[in-house]
């Protein structure tokens, strides 16, 4: 025993640590299975799965698979304490897909917008209809003959804008004589 018997906590802690949990006597041989289980005995691999499973161990631990450069299972540094945390860069192309998604969520707004606004442009033409057919009447001979003049000039000489108009000649038309004025 020698100096440690002098102290006795010493030889207090040296025989606590060294006892096994199933009990038995100091210093034999405890399968690794058997280790730190409050039940004495490990069970076979099947039987811990299953316990695993089932959500009974109380020592089951998700480990982190997801590594950038790490151990797995290895706690990930989160920085300086008390600095302020970094954020993760993106690469190269991850930036500019998501520009790229964006962008297309942009343009898909838009094209909802306008649609919205022209179906309530139509709503709104059809409503004036309805409610003064002779004004309507008015405006639709204006508009004819605002086409009459831009045929008599050349063709190569019109912007898109008045190309358009010229298409429209036919359907203003039809709604002139459904007016019957």
């Known amino acids: 025993q020698g100096w440690y018997s002098l102290f006795p906590s010493a030889t207090a802690k040296t025989n606590a640590s060294s006892a096994p949990v199933g009990g038995g006597s100091v210093g034999a041989y405890v399968p690794p299975s058997a280790r730190n289980r409050s039940s004495g005995g490990g069970g076979s691999l099947a039987q811990r799965m299953r316990a695993e499973r089932e959500g009974s161990t109380v020592t089951a631990v998700k480990v982190n698979t997801k590594t950038k450069g790490g151990v797995p299972g290895m706690r990930q540094?989160?920085?300086?304490?008390?600095?302020?945390?970094?954020?993760?860069?993106?690469?190269?192309?991850?930036?500019?897909?998501?520009?790229?998604?964006?962008?297309?969520?942009?343009?898909?707004?838009?094209?909802e917008m306008l649609a919205k606004q022209k179906k309530a442009e139509e709503e709104a033409a059809q409503a004036a209809n309805a409610a003064d057919p002779e004004k309507r009447a008015k405006k639709i001979k204006k508009t004819l003959k605002q086409i009459d003049e831009l045929k008599k000039k050349d063709p190569s000489t019109l912007d898109s804008d008045q190309k358009t108009k010229l298409g429209t000649e036919e359907k203003l038309r039809s709604e002139l004589a459904k007016l019957g004025l």
């Open 77 to 111: 540094k989160t920085g300086i304490v008390g600095a302020a945390p970094v954020e993760e860069k993106k690469s190269k192309g991850a930036l500019r897909r998501e520009k790229l998604r964006l962008k297309k969520q942009q343009q898909e707004e838009e094209e």
